[in-house]
């Protein structure tokens, strides 16, 4: 797939390691919105010619974009039933120094946006627990474990997107849970849900639920201020 001119590729320290992490930018000079990106349990192997193709649409929508490979800081490029409870604090712990390494750069606005699809949405809702840092958080086909995962504090808004028919991530075990639990800590969220789909969307559904989390993050997340407007102000 071609990747954008302004196509990127750093690795960044975490506690325990280098992970990559892939940024995509408009190719102009003014301030734009910034958002991570994070792939399922697939990894790039299965969910990266998807995820690559998002963040391309994201980019002409007017973003700024990381693609962080989080899976780097466990040393594997999937996930599975033998890893996932094992190294979830540390994919956690990865997306939160990512978090804050975006937040130095000079292009990056704050506070910042979360897509994270399936594995990346379960993790997304624990790095942005109580992180100023985050300002809006998509979860599609994610979720929460009632008794596995940590409570989670003060959230930023939240649209959560799931199918019913979703087998990987079943809608009950999952999906009921974290709307109940949102619910009882008065914690506000929006959802879409859709009723004949399953973990991975059919394209045309898939579209409008990119769609729809481009608007959210228009609505929530602003533009990092230019060091020309930065000047101007102080004059």
Known sequence: MAKPDSFTEVRIPTRRSLV??????????????????L?????????GSRIRMYAQQLVRAGYIVYLLHYLDDTGG???GPWNYRKDFDEW??????????????PSSSAPIGIYGYSLGGFIALEAASDNPQVGALVDHAGGWVEGQMKPLGRMPPL?????????????KKYVQPL??????????????IFPTQGHKFKPAELEDVRAQAIEFFRQHLKPAVSATALSQRSG
């Open 20 to 37: 990559r992490l892939d940024l995509y930018q408009p190719n102009d000079q003014e301030p734009h919105p910034t958002l991570l990106l």
């Open 39 to 47: 792939y399922g349990a697939g990894g790039l192997a299965f969910d």
């Open 77 to 79: 490029f999937m996930a």
């Open 92 to 105: 956690v712990e990865a997306v939160r120094y990512a978090i804050a390494w975006i937040h130095k750069q």
């Open 159 to 171: 649209l959560l997107v799931h199918g019913q028919r979703d087998h990987r991530v079943p809608y």
């Open 179 to 192: 709307y109940s639990y949102l619910q009882q800590q008065h914690i506000a969220y929006e959802s879409r």
